[in-house]
């Protein structure tokens, strides 16, 4: 049976290695051409720095640049402040265009996003993608020992079980989805969708965001592998074939609830969010925070925002949409087509609707800080998540996790990951659904304080209690436990389902 210490870490795993597309760095050459390394700051970095530090782990990923990165100067700049290994993984300017934007993101992303008519099914790009994915193996294969777990993360590398079991490693192999899986008559679709099917089934374990993501999953192994039937009434249950045994679960990822609540209560953020409230006076802020990508609705969202201009009255005047995009794949045309799309309604919108002292709708499109966003977090009454289709949207818990006060309401798509978890106390909406969204705005809006604050707690304790720690000890517990119907890892609590 797994035992676990008060970090997560598992005695069993004698030292994980972690596989993604990019390093947890950020590289860039100075005027001299040396190196300047800016260690990176999210929330998966912060949950598994711990177990790598302390079990002496290594994270195996492409650097970020086309130059070649010297493995032992990687070593030296970074290792010292991460206190675990570093392996880059070298790709060429072809590799980064075909399997990165290419494979991944012209075919893996739309199509798992439910947005087939945007996929690019180019057969150079699988050949790329398998050529990478090999590579990564590679790498892997003349770093990691035997007992060694090997954790790969996301969908640019769901091959590299296959390529690992091809060379010969025999180690324990486990793969996180970030983005949704599709449902099977979507998959289909895809030309090569049986060699990745072959390809996740090499894995130990292969992990999900959300029930539905594992059981559309399923039901396509079932649907493709005759006589094959898994019980799927537990949380982590096994896909049994002639060839191996692999574990499927659902694991929610969550944020750095206490990380992000501290910072919400700085004192600069403080008051940098209650010049952004008074500034709006006696308007509420409705707060919407993207990346620019055609899966968040950014287009939708406005249209539904004009919608309840247009129907209800009471809300011209007193209501304030703050819509932040973070810029993304500019040089590639369909982005600067959504980016023009999404600025023309902000100009139609503001055109029609704007008032003496009363503008509807400031939008900004560049990168923020993460002190300001936190600061517009806290400033905002409203915030509005509606993407197409979304692994999970952490901008959802993040909203949450900043609002100390327990005073804001978060309008939240239906169709994204963390609505699973939020629906006690989000209002649940479709995003297509023009109407319906603009419904909820008003909802929000007249909303009493009472059910405000009620709403927010019930948000809050759930994002607490499933952190990105939780995360962590789930999806390590599943991949060392020798019987799923054992107990959980001391001091958390079994997910529900």
Known sequence: MSQWNEQGN??????????????????????????????GSGGLVTALTPILRDRGGLWIGWPGTLEEVDPDELAAMAGKDTGYALKPVTLTAEEINEYYFGFSNEILWPLFHSLQSRCNFDPAYWATYQAVNRKFAQVIAENARATDYIWVHDYHLMLVAKELRAIGVKCKVGFFLHIPFPPRDLFTILPWRSHILEALLE??????QTMRDRNNF?????????????????????????????????????????????????????ERAKQLHDAAADRQVILGVDRL?????????????????????????????VQIVAPSREDVSEYQVLKAEIEGLVGEISGKFSQVGWTPI??????????????????ADIALVTPLRDGMNLVAKEYCAANRDNDGVLILSEFAGAATQLRAGALLVNPHDIEGVANA???????????????????????AKRDIFWWVNFFLWAATTHSLDGPWPTGQSRPSR
């Open 293 to 321: 990508d055609y899966s968040k609705g950014i287009p939708e969202r406005l249209r539904s925002f004009r919608n309840a201009l247009e129907r209800f009255d009471e809300l011209r005047g007193k209501v304030a949409l």
């Open 362 to 379: 400031r939008y900004m499109f560049r990168n923020l800080e993460r002190d300001e966003v936190l600061a517009y977090y806290r400033a």
């Open 10 to 39: 598992n005695p069993e795993i004698d030292r994980l290695v972690v596989v993604s597309n990019r390093l947890p760095i950020a590289l860039t050459k100075g005027r001299e051409g040396e190196w300047h390394v800016q260690l």
């Open 218 to 270: 399923i039901h396509y192994v079932e649907g493709s592998i005759k006589g094959l039937h898994v019980d799927t009434r537990k949380q982590v249950c096994t896909i049994a074939t002639p060839q191996r045994q692999t574990k499927v679960g659902a694991f929610p990822i969550g944020i750095d609830f206490k990380e992000f609540a501290r910072q919400a209560a700085n004192k600069s953020i403080s």
């Open 441 to 463: 705005i008003y909802q929000a809006y007249s909303m009493s304080p009472s059910e405000r604050q009620s709403r927010m707690r019930r948000l809050r304790q759930s994002v």
């Open 203 to 208: 894995y130990d374990l292969v992990g999900f």
